[in-house]
């Protein structure tokens, strides 16, 4: 927490407490410390006073309780003004001094609280944190050490020492604390692992080994020490010994992921890959090993693998090992689709993430990538069920209203759409999804043939994204389906062939626009340059030039491009017409 100006009252109140604290310390001596005297006098306090002194703390310590801490800062000020030496104003003020780092008044007050009460086990454990937070390590230490003397019976004390040791990095003082614990409590697993970490920092590479070393000899039946050993031997140089410990482990557990994995490690470093990897699927076959290592082995996977063949083929052979193993895991599911998804395996990939949000319906994002995956593939009804699941799980996400939105879409039911899409657009962050929000209700709204509502729709997701093609080519479109404001059509539509030209739907769409306007000599130039750059296949395009044809007067031809749009796969009544009556109509 930053150092903030309390305000006036609350720097007085500070100040004066430091110049009381001053008079006591330069006036008191240790024998002085057990008597309650008033204002550094050898007076007592009468009983009144004392239960108006009471009665202040307690009040300070309510303030305290509401949060109110400035107000504490005051009234403990007054306690403490009252008598120099009351140890609980000094401690909860100096608590509250270290919590806003004003760590010298705090120093100052915990020395106050201590010194009226040395026997204090909480002033005494104030005083180290305080020293602490000031790196004064030397002054924690001799705190923590007399803690730990004098409460033995709290081994977290001595615990400490070692670690305020570390802290200032006097490794060798930490060590001899942890061994005068061993000779207590005997060996144990925190102990070495920890003597082992810093007998290597300070590069004692044997003494760390001889550490684990009695640690395996301690507990000989335990394989999780062996693995760490022959890890160490491995690293430390001893290759002859880390591969016998790796020997006697798998004798003793053949199947013990650990050792494997340590085993594919070193192999890879020796440049032995398919040895490493005969390694990596053992350990993986393990149920014993835990889903979170594999998964974070299959995320390194992930990285490497992208441009390395061999690296893909094996993680689709540790994929499989992982969903055989953990079939009812859905970290398992989500990884396979994760890898699915990036080699373009799409229905593989839908399944597998759909496996994930049935064996755990908590994680958002992998629904996020189902849904995804479903509008993707066009599966409508699957995406309509599935995000409705979603709504109800995540109901203050945007995405899910989205995708259920764009499904009823594309299944006719433009009520319900709109519907979902006001109610999801509150949820909605940021412009990219917002305008998204804006593009289906305008497109649902003119299903439903409220054509205002609809370019209303368009206009707001226009302000958002001005270039944005998608909008650009259906807004142009639809008001020239509909006649209206066939001047901004025009913009438009000439905006999205400049913005990217020889696009085929693009051009068409501009050609369209001219057709309506009745502008058919351009509107011919503009489809057939969509003709020519691939719309040649595209039964909609075709019949567009063959409307453009028949207004030019050119029938036949006319009715040669309507016929060409019906083998291209166009299919509607309307085109159906025009070719059996050979003549033109409007929709």
Same mark, same amino acid.
């Given at each position: 927490?930053?150092?903030?100006?309390?305000? #006036?009252?609350?720097?007085? !109140?500070?100040?004066?407490?430091?110049?009381?604290?001053?008079?006591?310390?330069?006036?008191?001596?240790?024998?002085?410390?057990?008597?309650?005297?008033? /204002?550094?006098?050898?007076?007592?306090?009468?009983?009144?006073?004392?239960?108006?002194?009471?009665?202040?703390?307690?009040?300070?310590?309510?303030?305290?309780?509401?949060?109110?801490?400035?107000?504490?800062?005051?009234?403990?000020?007054?306690?403490?003004?009252?008598?120099?030496?009351?140890?609980?104003?000094?401690?909860?003020?100096?608590r509250?001094?270290?919590?806003?780092?004003?760590?010298?008044?705090?120093?100052?007050?915990?020395?106050?609280?201590?010194?009226?009460?040395?026997?204090?086990?909480?002033?005494?454990?104030?005083?180290?944190?305080?020293y602490?937070?000031?790196?004064?390590?030397?002054?924690a230490? $001799?705190? @923590?050490?007399?803690? !730990?003397?004098?409460?033995?019976?709290k081994?977290?004390?001595?615990f400490?020492?070692?670690?305020?040791?570390?802290?200032?990095?006097?490794?060798?003082?930490?060590?001899?604390?942890?061994?005068?614990?061993e000779?207590?409590?005997?060996?144990?697993?925190?102990? !070495?692992?920890?003597?082992?970490?810093?007998?290597?920092?300070?590069? #004692?590479?044997?003494?760390?080994?001889?550490?684990?070393?009695?640690?395996?000899?301690?507990?000989?039946?335990?394989?999780?020490?062996?693995?760490?050993?022959?890890?160490?031997?491995?690293?430390?140089?001893?290759?002859?010994?880390?591969?016998? @410990?790796?020997?006697r482990?798998?004798?003793?557990?053949?199947?013990? *992921?650990?050792?494997?994995? /340590?085993?594919?490690? =070193?192999?890879?470093?020796?440049?032995?890959?398919?040895?490493?990897?005969?390694?990596?699927?053992?350990? +993986?076959?393990?149920?014993?090993?835990?889903?979170?290592?594999?998964?974070?082995?299959?995320?390194?996977?992930?990285q490497?693998?992208?441009?390395? *063949?061999?690296?893909?083929?094996?993680?689709?052979?540790?994929?499989?090992?992982?969903?055989?193993?953990h079939?009812?895991?859905a970290?398992?599911?989500?990884?396979?689709?994760? +890898?699915?998804?990036?080699?373009?395996?799409?229905?593989?990939?839908?399944?597998?993430?759909?496996?994930?949000?049935?064996?755990?319906?908590?994680?958002?994002?992998v629904?996020?990538?189902?849904?995804?995956?479903?509008?993707?593939?066009?599966?409508?009804?699957?995406?309509?069920?599935?995000?409705?699941?979603?709504?109800?799980?995540?109901?203050?996400?945007?995405?899910?209203?989205?995708?259920?939105?764009?499904?009823?879409?594309?299944?006719?039911?433009?009520?319900?759409?709109?519907k979902?899409?006001?109610?999801?657009?509150?949820?909605?962050?940021?412009?990219?999804?917002?305008? $998204? +929000?804006?593009?289906?209700?305008?497109?649902a /709204?003119?299903?439903?043939?409220?054509?205002? @509502?609809?370019?209303?729709?368009?206009e707001?997701?226009?302000?958002?994204? *001005?270039?944005?093609?998608?909008?650009?080519?259906?807004? /142009?479109?639809?008001?020239?389906?509909?006649?209206?404001?066939?001047?901004?059509?025009?913009?438009?539509?000439?905006?999205?062939?400049?913005?990217?030209?020889?696009?085929?739907?693009?051009?068409?769409?501009?050609?369209?626009?001219?057709?309506?306007?009745?502008?058919?000599?351009?509107?011919?130039?503009?489809?057939?340059?969509?003709?020519?750059?691939?719309g040649?296949?595209?039964?909609?395009?075709?019949?567009? =030039?063959?409307?453009?044809? +028949?207004?030019?007067g050119?029938?036949?031809?006319?009715?040669?491009?309507w016929?060409?749009?019906?083998?291209?796969?166009?299919?509607?009544?309307?085109?159906?017409? $025009?070719?059996?009556e050979?003549?033109?109509?409007?929709?």
């Amino acid at each position: 927490m930053m150092h903030r100006n309390f305000g #006036k009252a609350s720097r007085i !109140s500070t100040a004066i407490v430091l110049c009381i604290c001053t008079i006591f310390f330069a006036c008191k001596t240790p024998g002085d410390a057990t008597q309650n005297n008033n /204002s550094g006098s050898n007076k007592k306090l009468t009983q009144a006073e004392q239960m108006q002194l009471t009665a202040l703390f307690i009040d300070a310590n309510r303030e305290i309780a509401l949060g109110n801490n400035d107000k504490a800062l005051g009234l403990l000020a007054q306690c403490i003004k009252r008598d120099v030496q009351y140890g609980p104003a000094m401690y909860e003020m100096a608590r509250l001094l270290q919590e806003r780092k004003q760590f010298n008044d705090a120093l100052v007050l915990a020395l106050g609280a201590v010194k009226s009460d040395p026997n204090n086990e909480w002033y005494q454990l104030l005083l180290a944190g305080i020293y602490i937070e000031r790196q004064e390590y030397s002054e924690a230490a $001799k705190v @923590m050490k007399m803690l !730990s003397e004098h409460f033995s019976n709290k081994p977290d004390y001595i615990f400490n020492l070692a670690d305020i040791y570390i802290m200032d990095g006097k490794f060798n003082d930490a060590i001899k604390v942890y061994d005068q614990i061993e000779e207590t409590h005997g060996v144990s697993e925190d102990i !070495s692992l920890q003597k082992e970490k810093l007998y290597l920092q300070m590069n #004692k590479v044997n003494k760390a080994v001889e550490e684990i070393e009695k640690l395996v000899q301690e507990f000989p039946e335990e394989v999780k020490y062996m693995v760490i050993l022959a890890d160490l031997y491995l690293t430390t140089g001893n290759e002859f010994k880390g591969l016998a @410990m790796y020997d006697r482990i798998l004798t003793i557990s053949p199947e013990n *992921p650990y050792a494997h994995l /340590s085993l594919a490690d =070193y192999y890879k470093m020796q440049n032995k890959e398919d040895k490493s990897f005969q390694e990596m699927q053992a350990a +993986f076959s393990s149920p014993e090993m835990d889903i979170d290592t594999k998964v974070r082995i299959m995320m390194q996977y992930y990285q490497l693998s992208k441009d390395n *063949p061999t690296l893909q083929q094996q993680s689709w052979v540790l994929l499989k090992i992982i969903t055989e193993v953990h079939p009812n895991e859905a970290k398992a599911w989500s990884i396979y689709g994760d +890898f699915l998804y990036r080699d373009k395996q799409m229905e593989k990939a839908a399944v597998a993430f759909r496996n994930a949000t049935q064996l755990d319906d908590t994680r958002y994002a992998v629904w996020e990538q189902l849904l995804y995956l479903d509008s993707g593939l066009e599966h409508y009804d699957t995406l309509l069920m599935e995000s409705t699941t979603a709504m109800e799980l995540f109901p203050e996400q945007g995405e899910p209203y989205l995708y259920h939105g764009f499904a009823a879409i594309r299944l006719k039911d433009y009520a319900t759409a709109i519907k979902t899409l006001k109610a999801g657009l509150s949820f909605a962050t940021g412009n990219p999804l917002i305008l $998204k +929000f804006y593009a289906n209700l305008a497109e649902a /709204s003119y299903m439903l043939k409220d054509y205002d @509502m609809a370019f209303d729709y368009y206009e707001r997701a226009l302000k958002i994204e *001005p270039d944005n093609l998608y909008i650009l080519n259906n807004y /142009s479109y639809f008001l020239a389906q509909q006649k209206r404001n066939l001047g901004r059509a025009e913009e438009l539509a000439h905006k999205l062939t400049k913005l990217e030209p020889n696009n085929e739907v693009y051009e068409d769409t501009y050609g369209w626009v001219c057709f309506i306007q009745e502008h058919y000599a351009l509107a011919k130039t503009m489809i057939g340059q969509a003709l020519s750059h691939g719309g040649d296949a595209n039964p909609s395009i075709l019949e567009h =030039y063959g409307d453009v044809l +028949f207004k030019l007067g050119e029938k036949d031809a006319a009715l040669e491009y309507w016929n060409k749009a019906v083998n291209a796969g166009g299919k509607s009544e309307l085109l159906l017409k $025009k070719i059996k009556e050979k003549n033109w109509y409007n929709e």
